[in-house]
T-cell receptor, first 111, second 116 residues
Framework: LAKTTQPISMDSYEGQEVNITCSHN???????ITWYQQFPSQRPRFIIQ???TKVTNEVASLFIPADRKSSTLSLPRVSLSDTAVYYC????????????FGKGTRLSVIA | GAVVSQHPSWVICKSGTSVKIECRSL??????MFWYRQFPKQSLMLMAT?????????EQGVEKDKFLINHASLTLSTLTVTSAHPEDSSFYIC????????????FGDGTRLSIL
């Protein structure tokens, strides 16, 4: 399984755009990149998933360069409620392959 | 979207008690489910992969006789913490993926287990 590296923590002011970068140098051809958000004592919530280039949904964008060795989660105009831990995961999207979590990035949004 | 239901959400019991946690896929069939454990301020740690109709696959360091997993149907997996002790107190989360095509992994709401 490809190992991921992301910053331990980040701080941001409300209303700013936040970009969290994840390194995954050993990503395999069949691997997808998935980001989850987790609040304390709650389940991880799916944010976005991509394979290459750019993916955008109603809450975030995911930028993946051509070599796929890194990815950047972009959260536009964060609010206090976006304070959480964000996990970058890399792996196949097959039914019997589990996601293995790294340490994640603890984002603190300040008023 | 795919929904995973986990029950109970919170358990407090005495040391030595066995506790069963249920994980259900509500709107899809899951031949495989995953069990994680999370201690405060730490990441999720994969404990085991539950396979319908066969034995679970445990991660290194996880005692299979301590954490019994049963996956008797395509929508239900159970984790039983046998003879629980205070060090087993943790947040246990199950997860499953709809096997049809390219789908993300969905998580139950977790079970907070406190052993006194």
């Amino acid at each position: 399984l490809a190992k991921t590296t992301q910053p331990i923590s980040m701080d941001s002011y409300e209303g700013q755009e936040v970009n969290i970068t994840c390194s995954h140098n050993n990503i395999a051809t069949n691997d997808y990149i998935t980001w989850y958000q987790q609040f304390p004592s709650q389940r991880p919530r799916f944010i976005i998933q991509g394979y290459k280039t750019k993916v955008t949904n109603e809450v975030a964008s995911l930028f993946i360069p051509a070599d796929r060795k890194s990815s950047t989660l972009s959260l536009p105009r964060v609010s206090l409620s976006d304070t959480a831990v964000y996990y970058c995961l890399v792996g196949e999207n097959s039914g019997n392959t589990p996601l293995v979590f790294g340490k994640g990035t603890r984002l603190s949004v300040i008023a | 979207g795919a929904v995973v239901s986990q029950h109970p959400s919170w358990v407090i019991c005495k040391s030595g008690t066995s506790v069963k946690i249920e994980c259900r896929s509500l709107d899809f069939q899951a031949t495989t489910m995953f069990w994680y454990r999370q201690f405060p301020k730490q990441s999720l740690m994969l404990m085991a992969t539950s396979n319908e109709g066969s034995k679970a696959t445990y991660e290194q360091g996880v005692e299979k006789d301590k954490f019994l997993i049963n996956h008797a149907s395509l929508t239900l997996s159970t984790l039983t913490v046998t003879s629980a002790h205070p060090e087993d107190s943790s947040f246990y989360i199950c997860s499953a993926r709809d096997g049809k095509g390219n789908q993300p992994q969905h998580f139950g709401d977790g079970t907070r287990l406190s052993i006194l």
